[in-house]
């Protein structure tokens, strides 16, 4: 599904990257997407997948923590997204879902005693467009990532 949203190319790319493509096509799952133009606003990105120097590998702890934490376990529709609610992700921290604001839903990730790698948690971030229903889950375009 993320490799035919034109928008959401890059994502499906570190996922494929991160060795977690066969867990995000099979598992019961609701993904936030970084679209294209807020994954290519990130340097580290490159800097994780090229490795921080030519004769280095990347760093697949560090992008997988990235991928997960866009990943929350089980189905959520956008009619559940009008209120408030908080959803647990892969990677141990949490997402903060806000559908009462005059922007749309808009998230904020969160953590509890998860070790990030030194990458940052986000917030005031915008789901860009309709939720997309695939086989397994659900998909949300969003503008940033929700950790740095």
Same mark, same amino acid.
């Given at each position: 599904? #993320?490799?035919?949203?034109?928008?959401l190319?890059?994502?499906?790319?570190?996922?494929?990257?991160?060795?977690?493509?066969?867990?995000?096509?099979? @598992?019961? #799952?609701?993904?936030?997407?970084?679209?294209?133009?807020a994954?290519?606003?990130?340097s580290?990105?490159?800097?994780?997948?090229?490795?921080?120097? +030519?004769?280095?590998?990347?760093?697949?702890?560090?992008?997988?923590t990235?991928?997960?934490?866009? #990943?929350?376990?089980? #189905?959520?529709p956008?009619?559940?997204?009008?209120?408030?609610?908080?959803?647990?992700?892969? +990677?141990?921290?949490? /997402?903060?879902?806000?559908?009462?604001?005059q922007?749309?839903i808009?998230l904020?990730?969160?953590?509890?005693?998860?070790?990030?790698?030194?990458?940052?948690?986000?917030?005031? /971030?915008a789901?860009?467009?309709? @939720?997309?229903?695939?086989?397994?889950?659900?998909?949300?375009?969003?503008?940033? @990532?929700?950790?740095?």
């Amino acid at each position: 599904m #993320l490799n035919s949203t034109r928008d959401l190319t890059s994502f499906a790319g570190l996922v494929q990257q991160s060795g977690l493509r066969n867990q995000v096509d099979t @598992a019961r #799952l609701t993904v936030f997407a970084p679209n294209n133009v807020a994954l290519s606003r990130l340097s580290y990105v490159t800097q994780m997948l090229a490795g921080q120097s +030519a004769n280095s590998s990347p760093d697949f702890p560090k992008l997988q923590t990235l991928v997960r934490a866009h #990943l929350a376990p089980g #189905l959520h529709p956008e009619s559940e997204m009008r209120g408030k609610v908080e959803l647990p992700t892969l +990677a141990g921290t949490s /997402i903060a879902i806000d559908g009462t604001t005059q922007r749309g839903i808009i998230l904020t990730a969160g953590a509890r005693d998860v070790n990030l790698s030194g990458m940052q948690l986000m917030r005031d /971030i915008a789901v860009t467009g309709p @939720a997309i229903q695939c086989d397994n889950g659900w998909v949300y375009p969003i503008d940033n @990532a929700l950790i740095q």
